[in-house]
């Protein structure tokens, strides 16, 4: 084989491994939701697929406030804001949504976005979900037992806050033994005395898991680390036969009896739970509890009919603009202007068989950044053309002004290319969302567009070359 010959099976070899890479990615999106669905919720999604976005696909966008009152004093807010930033992660992680948007905004307000997700109210309920876990003992002396029966016969327990949550009536406060506090329990209208002391919270929790209680229904199995395992042993072991509340976001989930020391560090919530409840609460368990309560200041929802419509309308303009480029080319060009469209085409192929790759996410910016793509290919390969008809007008012989036009164009080319990459680093370092979506497909998109305009189109001229004795190009 020739020299030029092995530079086709290359380059043939990319095509062939582009459109394999491409075939996941068609193949998906011609199966209708419903399939989609069955198979993301089997995690049975292919391994590279390229991702639409939330303004493609549709979805929730949630911005989210901290509230900083609730950190304890002292606290440094933006650490508290980057680690509820990491749980918020490891939630979303844990419901299966592909190339989800996490990102702080300002100094304590994080932007969700959740493409796919249509029932926005559950979303809410897993992320913004505080997940405080607590363990506490009841009080079952003879003091408090008194207080609880005053408490139920003056009626009012608890004032609700603004915010949603709940705090202890007056009343009821006057009536609390020393040492003691007044939590609601998961059951409407009850309550709990339990200990002010908090022997042991979620932070030393290892994993949960959702199982079936020896009544049918759904249950939290939780498991402790090694030191809170030593702690749980401990606390059951000095309370047998007494009542150990477990508490999530200030609510008694359950409050069983410690019938013998527990030291495996494993345990169980119970709480009449259905099987979404008991998965959810696991999720929030294993992703740990957030610093403090986050507040969704704002809500959108895009709708999947709104995403296709984006889809049809960015395809379209997208086509309608490659179209006229590709007419003009073999307008103004003639042959050259055609092998020029080849490679374009081309460079469309391996951008998105790269993105595909990736698993990079494909929004409404990234075709724009598509459609520029296929403009900076187009210019490089003018930039050679009117180099190569210098070279003729002044004599010079066809393959001789073919490598000049190269030679000369390169500079150039290698020019404008990379101070457009040093913007598209910048935007995609300190952008978010879909500006890094443009600036992800304007990265691949050059890289593909300096290989085909200038070493594939260059193959092509050697193959025509080659193949007779050419006395005019068409340029």
Same mark, same amino acid.
């Given at each position: ?11 043939? %070899? ?8 491409? =075939? ?85 307000? *994080?932007?969700?976005?959740? +493409? ?34 005053? *408490? =139920? $016969?003056?009626? $009012? ?19 609390? +033994? ?14 709990? *005395? ?9 932070? $030393? ?35 047998? #036969? ?13 409050? +069983?009896? *410690? ?38 200041? $704002? ?7 709104? #995403? ?8 379209? %303009? ?56 296929? #403009? ?28 000049? #036009? ?57 193959? =025509? ?11």
């Amino acid at each position: 084989m020739t020299k030029l010959q092995y530079k086709w099976a290359g380059v043939f %070899a990319l095509v062939a491994l582009s459109l394999f890479m491409l =075939y996941p990615s068609v193949d998906w999106y011609t199966k209708d939701n419903d399939q989609r669905e069955r198979l993301e919720s089997s995690r049975m999604r292919p391994k590279h697929l390229l991702n639409l976005g939330l303004d493609l696909k549709g979805g929730t966008h949630l911005l989210m406030e901290l509230d900083v009152s609730k950190l304890p004093k002292g606290s440094d807010i933006l650490d508290a804001l980057s680690r509820a930033q990491e749980i918020l992660r490891n939630r979303v992680d844990q419901l299966g949504v592909a190339e989800p948007l996490i990102t702080r905004q300002g100094e304590r307000w *994080i932007v969700v976005q959740l +493409p796919g997700i249509k029932n926005s109210q559950q979303a809410k309920d897993i992320i913004g979900k505080t997940a405080m876990l607590e363990f506490r003992m009841v009080d079952s002396s003879e003091a408090s037992q008194q207080a609880s029966g005053k *408490i =139920y $016969e003056a009626g $009012e327990q608890f004032v609700n806050n603004p915010d949603g949550s709940y705090a202890v009536s007056p009343k009821a406060q006057e009536l609390l +033994p020393p040492g003691d506090t007044l939590v609601k329990s998961r059951e409407s209208g009850g309550f709990y *005395i339990v200990k002010d002391t908090v022997p042991l919270t979620g932070s $030393e929790l290892d994993t949960a898991s959702v199982g079936t209680g020896s009544n049918g229904l759904p249950i939290v199995n939780f498991k402790f680390k090694p030191e809170g395992g030593r702690i749980f042993g401990a606390l059951t072991t000095a309370n047998v #036969g007494k009542n150990l509340a477990i508490l999530l976001d200030g609510t008694v989930m359950s409050a +069983p009896v *410690i019938k013998s020391p527990i030291r495996g560090g494993s345990g169980i919530i119970e709480g009449n739970f259905t099987m979404n409840e008991a998965r959810e609460l696991a999720i929030v368990l294993r992703a740990g509890a957030l610093p403090a309560p986050l507040r969704v200041i $704002e809500e959108r929802t895009i709708g999947a009919t709104l #995403g296709e419509d984006s889809i049809r309308k960015g395809l379209r %303009a997208c086509a309608v603009g490659s179209l006229l480029v590709v007419v003009f080319m073999i307008f103004y060009y003639g042959l050259s202007g055609a092998i020029a469209d080849v490679a374009l085409v081309l460079n469309v192929v391996f951008l998105i068989a790269l993105m595909a790759y990736f698993d990079a996410t494909l929004t409404l910016p990234g075709i724009a950044g598509i459609v520029l793509t296929v #403009g900076m290919a187009v210019d490089a390969n003018v930039l050679i053309f009117e180099r190569i008809r210098e070279e003729l007008r002044i004599g010079k012989p066809i393959r001789i002004a073919i490598d000049l #036009g190269y030679e000369k164009a390169f500079s150039a080319i290698l020019d404008g290319n990379l101070t457009t990459l040093i913007a598209a680093l910048f935007l995609f370092q300190f952008g978010t969302g879909p500006i890094k979506g443009f600036a992800v497909t304007l990265t691949l998109g050059l890289m593909c567009s300096m290989f085909t305009a200038i070493v594939v189109t260059r193959m092509i001229y050697e193959a =025509y070359l080659a193949s007779g004795t050419v006395e005019k190009l068409s340029v």
